[in-house]
């Protein structure tokens, strides 16, 4: 009995290892997942020319624009 305690608790201590690692794999994939930040880094240009889209359409710019072009 005494070597089946001895083998349950090496096995308990690897199967702890390995669910350490899988939660450290899993911080690092979540950190990178959310990574906002550097997700807009890489893309700044297309994220600022989305962002100057939308305000315009949001302002109501297409209306005024086209108002302008008729003459009205």
């Known amino acids: 009995m005494a070597s089946t305690d001895q083998q349950l608790r090496r096995e308990l201590g690897v199967e702890r290892e390995k669910l350490a ?19 807009l880094r890489a893309n700044l240009p297309a994220a600022t020319a989305t962002a100057l889209g939308i305000g315009f359409v949001l302002s109501g710019g297409i209306g ?6 008729a003459g009205r």
Do not use: F, H
């Open 64 to 69: 005024a624009t086209v108002r302008r072009l």
């Open 21 to 39: 690692d899988a939660v450290g794999t899993l911080r690092t994939e979540i950190e990178v997942a959310t990574d906002i930040k550097g997700r």
